[in-house]
């Protein structure tokens, strides 16, 4: 809920309450910002120079005043500078040279795993082709006994069977006469 503009109402803000009829026209609802412009306007009222008596003189350029109090610190830091970029330069040169090292011996692990890959299907290639040559022999030896049962079972039969033959051959002949 907002207040009616003149009249807070119950959105009253602040610690302390206030009267019902206060108005306050002059202040905007919007928290004060200073502008861009006030530094620029203070500006003008800071000293040109030296004080004392007013002299007709140049106003004081700040920036060669910061350059010589600082520019002196600053030289004696650019041996500090140098000796950073040597480091970061070294420092690159080792993360250089590191990666290197991990891309070649990330190479070396992978050969390794690719032989002992080999090696693995190689090995499980002669287990599944040595079970195979087992399961026929296997398979051999029962076709040859069940084949020399059965020429067990023929041989026995046999005589019967010729024997029934000629029988029935001769029944054959017998009827024709």
Known sequence: ?????????????????????????????RPYRLSRKVPDFLSRFRPAGAPGAALAGVPA???RELEAEVGPVLALLAGTQAECERIIARARQDAGQLAAEAAAEAAA???????????????????????????AATAIREAEHQAGATRELAARRMPAMADRAVDAIRRLEADER
Do not use: F, H, K
């Open 109 to 135: 692990i992978s050969a390794d795993a690719g032989r002992r890959a080999a090696a693995a299907r190689e090995d499980a290639a002669r287990r599944v082709m040595a079970a195979a040559r087992d399961g």
């Open 1 to 29: 809920m907002r207040p009616v503009p003149g009249n807070p109402g119950p959105d009253v803000r602040g610690p302390w309450p206030r009267p019902a009829d206060y108005v306050r026209p002059y202040l905007s609802r």
């Open 61 to 63: 350029d700040r920036r």
